[in-house]
């Protein structure tokens, strides 16, 4: 591993201001979920902040070089999974306006008690099954933070006058979001479409599954060229019958 908490990050210029970063390490071996940049004339919006404070800095240092200047920043959580929010506080610490879905912090709360955990830092911890001075050294001060504005079923941001579409699409966990740019036809989609693993659907059940189902038929309505998942390598929008049909053999296998 190159840096504590970082390893070696790839990157992907996807054109129209938009890139995504692949490949952060948070500890030798154990990857951190991607992350997504959209620049935008006076904006810059992140999806999924990194879950160390060196994965916070890498990607916020790499959008100030790719889009120096921009007077505003939001970072969306696609869900409370603590490889794709954990160093929420890097942006906040900047002033970035974040937004989650409603039930973020009930999912978090659920999180930390699952994990046996009272604070943050025992959250992470648990998690990565590490000590404490494993994690001063690979996480580093950063911390999730709590969304300044909840997400219901969807919202269009304009950033400027660019559009940026979040849309709740729940099944890998209740709170699990997408993002759509239509300027660019890239689809952010979190955990919701998993390149790496196929869909995780440890966290939820049959009825969750459905949703899940439902909410990626939704989204095959947008035009989307490519899809920068929760973890792996960007792709086509091919993906998603790919991850339906793995869902619709669960779900009738547990029937
Ligand atoms: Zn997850």
């Given at each position: 591993?190159?840096?504590?908490?970082?390893?070696?990050?790839?990157?992907?210029?996807?054109?129209?201001?938009?890139?995504?970063?692949?490949?952060?390490?948070?500890?030798?071996?154990?990857?951190?979920?991607?992350?997504?940049?959209?620049?935008?004339?006076?904006?810059?919006?992140?999806?999924?902040?990194?879950?160390?404070?060196?994965?916070?800095?890498y990607v916020w240092d790499y959008a100030q070089t790719k889009a120096p200047g921009r007077e505003m920043s939001?970072?969306?959580?696609?869900?409370?999974?603590?490889?794709?929010?954990?160093?929420?506080?890097?942006?906040?610490?900047?002033?970035?306006?974040?937004?989650?879905h409603k039930s973020f912090g009930g999912c978090m709360a659920d999180m930390r008690s699952h994990l046996d955990?009272?604070?943050?830092?025992?959250?992470?911890?648990?998690?990565?099954?590490?000590?404490?001075?494993?994690?001063?050294?690979?996480?580093?001060?950063?911390?999730?933070?709590?969304?300044?504005?909840?997400?219901?079923?969807?919202?269009?941001?304009?950033?400027?006058?660019?559009?940026?579409?979040?849309?709740?699409?729940?099944?890998?966990?209740?709170?699990?979001?997408?993002?759509?740019?239509?300027?660019?036809?890239?689809?952010?989609?979190?955990?919701?479409?998993?390149?790496?693993?196929?869909?995780?659907?440890?966290?939820?059940?049959?009825?969750?599954?459905?949703?899940?189902?439902?909410?990626?038929?939704?989204?095959?309505?947008?035009?989307?060229?490519?899809?920068?998942?929760?973890?792996?390598?960007?792709?086509?929008?091919?993906?998603?019958?790919?991850?339906?049909?793995?869902?619709?053999?669960?779900?009738?296998?547990?029937?």
């Amino acid at each position: 591993m190159e840096q504590p908490g970082l390893g070696v990050p790839r990157t992907a210029d996807l054109g129209n201001g938009v890139h995504a970063i692949l490949d952060m390490e948070t500890l030798e071996g154990v990857h951190a979920a991607n992350v997504g940049i959209i620049a935008t004339g006076r904006a810059q919006v992140f999806v999924n902040s990194g879950q160390t404070e060196a994965q916070g800095r890498y990607v916020w240092d790499y959008a100030q070089t790719k889009a120096p200047g921009r007077e505003m920043s939001y970072l969306v959580l696609t869900h409370h999974h603590l490889d794709h929010c954990y160093a929420a506080s890097y942006f906040d610490d900047r002033h970035t306006l974040i937004y989650a879905h409603k039930s973020f912090g009930g999912c978090m709360a659920d999180m930390r008690s699952h994990l046996d955990a009272t604070d943050y830092q025992g959250m992470i911890e648990a998690f990565l099954k590490i000590d404490p001075e494993t994690c001063r050294k690979h996480v580093g001060n950063v911390h999730p933070v709590s969304p300044h504005r909840h997400i219901g079923e969807e919202v269009s941001l304009a950033a400027n006058g660019e559009e940026i579409l979040i849309q709740h699409l729940p099944g890998h966990t209740p709170c699990d979001l997408v993002v759509y740019h239509p300027k660019s036809k890239v689809l952010f989609a979190g955990d919701a479409i998993n390149e790496r693993a196929g869909p995780v659907t440890m966290f939820g059940e049959v009825r969750d599954w459905k949703k899940w189902i439902a909410g990626l038929e939704k989204i095959k309505r947008l035009e989307i060229d490519r899809i920068v998942p929760g973890h792996g390598e960007v792709c086509g929008p091919e993906i998603i019958d790919e991850h339906i049909e793995e869902l619709e053999k669960r779900v009738a296998a547990a029937a």
